[in-house]
């Protein structure tokens, strides 16, 4: 522990006096103690009720979430922010997803204590909402939590009520989860990349649990994470690289991409691009440069000829809000043979503090994520810094990017969702502005009291002032007319 | 000692401490004063359960801490934003006080997940595994979130880049 900053702050702190307390802390939370004793004993009273009458209201046999997937199935052309108590996948299973979604508010954010941290919100394919948890951890659809191309699966680092697993595998139509084993039977320290295209084998990073060295500048631990490819039959790992670089200092939106047929797979590691193939072994490599990045997930054209990266043109350094929000992004290629410059299909640059691309739609328009900022957000560099953050984002949007100029917003989305995951069958076939519907806010779990319980209390008052008013009113003539008993 | 006397002792005996501890997090005093006075409030809820766990202090502070980011996160606190820290008047010049406006303009530039884990290791002199106890989090989410924070100080008070250099190798 270093004396000079314990000092320093310890100087700063002792700029505050004692606080002054203008309520006795004690009354008042003594106060509040018997105010919410009264409120969960009403609460009991409004649950028992919601219990009887709820499951013929909310749970009846129009469920959609039960209803098997169609041909018209479709992403929806708004979603909106789940209700806090939004029932788990592990409760009732959506069936197949067209979205995942993250973000902040209570609905994709709770409060540890009372909810669960870190919240990704399943949406499915006939526009039901069904939640993931994670406690005690922000996640980020599309990053730590990937959906598999056919929408049926997900796969994170860990789920809540799940295994311990290096990774696990949540099936979205019956809400079991599943580990999936690392190198040397390992069941820490994984976090999935990319989901391959026919979704039989996943992508991921691992890395160890107690650090390998320590960094020069900041001396915090360093975890080297290595890219690894797992068959989900087989559970097989094939090692695909030495590393990639610091666990905890990638850029999450640029670290890898499948070729269209599986065959061969795109890997960053610093402002280096590597092609490899699914033994690891080495096709090309390119430099890229700081500015230049792969452009994500789906960067491989659709004809697996050309690879596409987006370049950076304005703030890098010492960026404050404004700044990041200002940039600019060019899409590029690179010929996927020879990791050469090469042409493609020319978009328009896109203004924002990242640019994503998930996959190509209809094999012609680039569909991606264009992020800005969270407000305060400010970027020393891009070491330590990540584009498409939890806490750096601010608000996502999904978009296409037509060839020669145009682009199109394909979900309307409120400004809590940081983050999204597409299937990725539903973006290639192009169906996108499906219909909407808010999120039912039943079934759910049981958070729900901690929303009701308060919502009760001034009908159960009222209930109770009534019975007593009753009660008293009984009670008046028996003690007027007591009496007159005695003295006939 | 009956709950209610013993709690009046514990606030008697920590109050500046919290409060300072408070500061550090808001970095302002009035707000300082409001998150005390929410912490004990809910502290005194429950004092009896608080107390027989032992050590009251650590339900304290992981009630305060997560008050504190929970409430940023959620916009309850609509605080003015800047582009560079607003100009502070400076009666003492002096480079105590100098250096000390410095750091807690800095701090107010951090995230309140940053600040709460700075002050929870250097200023609570706490261990990583217990910070992470208390925000909730993972050990190497503690970790990296004390890393970002010692990088963004060294560039928001790049004459303090010694101190947290050092304080970086040190902990190391």
Known sequence: MSEEVRA??????????????????????????????????????????????????????????????????????????????????????????????????????????????????????????????????????????????????????????????????????????????????????????????????????????????????????????????????????????????????????????????????????????????????????????????????????PDGTRIATVTLDGCLRSCDTAALASRTWRVGYLDAATGRDTSGPAVDPVRGMALRVLGWRNGTDLVALRYQPERGAYSDGPVGWNDTGWWETGEVTLIALRPGGGT???????????????????????????????????????????????????????????????????GSPRRDAAPHVGHP | MDPEESFRAYVSARIAALSRAAFLLTGDRQQAEDLVQLTLTRVARHWERVIANGDPDRYVRRSMYHQHVSLWRRRWRHVELHAEPPDVPVADTTADTARAIVVRQALARLTPRQRAVLVLRYFDDLTEAEAADILGCSISTVKSQTRAALARLRTLAPELADLVTSASRKEA
């Open chain 1, 408 to 474: 199109e917003i394909l979900v309307d989305s409120p400004g809590e969702i940081l983050a999204m995951d597409v299937s990725r069958d539903l973006l290639e076939a192009g169906r996108f502005g499906g219909p909407s519907r808010p999120p039912a806010p039943f079934p759910a779990r049981p958070v729900i009291l901690a929303v009701l319980v308060p919502a009760a209390v001034p009908v159960i008052a009222a209930v109770f002032g009534l019975l007593l008013w009753r009660r008293r009113r009984r």
């Open chain 1, 8 to 301: 320093l702050l310890r100087q700063v702190g002792e700029q505050m006096p004692p606080a002054r307390l203008t309520k006795d802390p004690w009354s008042v939370g003594r106060r509040q103690r018997r105010t919410a004793r009264l409120r969960a004993a009403l609460a009991v009273l409004a649950t028992a009720t919601v219990a009887v009458v709820g499951p013929s209201v909310w749970l009846g046999a129009d469920d959609p979430a039960h209803q098997p997937a169609t041909t018209s199935d479709a992403v929806p052309r708004k979603v909106e922010t789940p209700w806090m108590w939004q029932a788990t996948v592990q409760q009732a299973p959506p069936g197949r997803a067209a979205l995942l979604l993250g973000g902040d508010g209570l609905g994709l954010r709770g409060i540890d204590l009372l909810d669960h941290e870190g919240k990704v919100a399943v949406v499915g394919r006939d526009g039901s909402y069904r939640m993931l948890l994670y406690h005690g951890a922000e996640v980020v659809p599309g990053e730590d939590v990937l959906l598999s191309p056919d929408g049926r699966y997900v796969v994170q680092s860990f789920v809540a009520g799940g295994p311990k697993g290096f990774l696990v595998v949540t099936d979205l139509t019956d809400g079991t989860s599943r580990a999936l084993p690392g190198p040397q039977g390992r069941d820490c320290c994984g976090r999935p990349v990319a989901w391959a295209p026919d979704g039989r084998a996943v992508l991921a990073l691992e890395f160890p649990r107690e650090p390998t060295g320590w960094d020069s500048v900041s001396r915090i631990g360093l975890l080297p994470a290595r890219p690894v490819l797992i068959d989900l039959e087989s559970e097989s790992v094939t090692p695909l690289l030495d590393t990639v670089g610091d666990v905890h200092r990638l850029r999450t939106a640029s670290l890898a991409a499948f070729s269209p047929d599986g065959s061969r797979i795109a890997l960053s590691v610093g402002d280096q691009l590597h092609l490899v193939d699914r033994a690891g072994r080495p096709l090309w490599t390119a430099t890229l440069g700081e500015r230049r990045h792969l452009a994500g997930l789906g960067a491989f054209s």
